[in-house]
C-alpha cells in the first residue's frame, strides 16, 4: 500500500510527464499521442514506474514507440527535473511499461460482440 507522500510524487510526476508528453511528441516521439495512465512510485521515491498508451498513426508499431522513449527516458528526466526540481529532493528514476489495458478492454468488447 502507498503511502500519502509517495501518491502525491505519483500524481505530480504523471502531470507533468503529460505535459512533456504533450509538448515535445512532434520532435521526440514522432507526432504520437502518448498518454501517461499510472504512475506508481518506489517507496524510497527513487524510482517511478510509469505505465503509458500510445495512440500511433496506423503505421507506428506500439512497441517500437515503447522502445523510443525508453531510449530518451534520459531527455524525459532531464525535462521532468526542470519542472519539479524545486518540489522533489531528487527527480527519480523513470522505467517506462506499455499499459495495454484499453487492448485488452477492446478485446473483450468484440468478444461479446461476436
Known amino acids: 500500500m502507498a503511502s500519502i507522500r509517495q501518491e502525491k510524487v505519483a500524481r505530480l510526476i504523471q502531470r507533468d510527464l503529460a505535459v512533456i508528453f504533450q509538448e515535445n511528441a ?13 504512475v506508481r512510485m518506489s517507496p524510497d521515491l527513487g524510482l517511478a514506474k510509469v505505465y503509458l498508451s500510445f495512440f500511433a498513426n496506423s503505421g507506428t508499431d506500439k512497441d517500437a514507440l515503447l522502445e523510443m522513449v525508453r531510449g530518451r527516458a ?22 517506462f511499461y506499455r499499459d495495454d489495458s484499453l487492448d485488452y478492454a477492446d478485446e473483450i468488447d468484440q468478444l461479446l460482440k461476436d
Do not use: H, M, N, Y
Request: net charge positive; charged share 20%.
Open 26 to 38: 512532434r520532435s521526440l516521439f514522432g507526432g504520437a499521442f502518448i498518454t501517461v495512465t499510472v
Open 74 to 95: 534520459g531527455q524525459v528526466r532531464g525535462l521532468l527535473g526542470k519542472k519539479i526540481g524545486k518540489q522533489v529532493r531528487t527527480v527519480p528514476e523513470l522505467v
